[in-house]
């Protein structure tokens, strides 16, 4: 299944960092198109899950580019469409995962609130997320990752 299918499909989804990263870039692009068409509208009806680690990094990542004010404006653009995980094991489920993987914290904590939703990660491509490294999780942890492709888009 494509990812515009499995996104279409969806009921409830985590994405990862890179994906809001890319939502937030200043040029238009065919994920911040698409995102603003299916996920980041009033009609949607896909729930996206999220959590406070993701949060933080995404601001300090878009502070680091573009300042407090406008990091926590674009944050506030899309606040509404995110439901925030916040279950007690989380922590346990991210840390168990970073104790078997050299992926950063906030991956983790990505792929353990999908875990908790019982729902579909989508991250961009990243050098330590290969392919085996997401088949060895979701075999492992009973995960559904995904890698999107920018350029297949």
């Known amino acids: ?42 009609e949607s009806e896909v729930r996206i899950y999220a959590n406070y680690i993701l949060k933080s990094e995404i601001y300090y990542i878009l502070c680091r580019a573009l300042g407090k004010q406008k990091a926590g404006e674009l944050l ?18 991210a840390g168990k995962i970073k104790c078997k993987f050299s992926i950063s914290l906030a991956d983790c904590y990505s792929i353990a609130t999908g875990i908790v939703q019982n729902c579909s990660v989508l991250f961009l491509e990243e050098e330590e997320l290969s392919e085996d490294t997401i088949k060895q999780i979701n075999r492992e942890f009973k995960s559904d990752l995904h890698i999107i492709d920018i350029d297949k888009f």
């Open 1 to 42: 299944m494509n990812v515009k299918d499995l996104i279409k499909n969806s009921k409830k989804l985590v994405l990862d960092t890179g994906i809001y990263i890319e939502y937030f870039q200043t040029k238009e692009n065919k994920i911040k198109e698409y995102l603003r068409e299916t996920l980041f509208t009033d």
């Open 76 to 93: 506030n653009e899309i606040e509404m469409f995110l439901i925030f995980e916040e279950s007690r094991i989380l922590y346990e489920l």
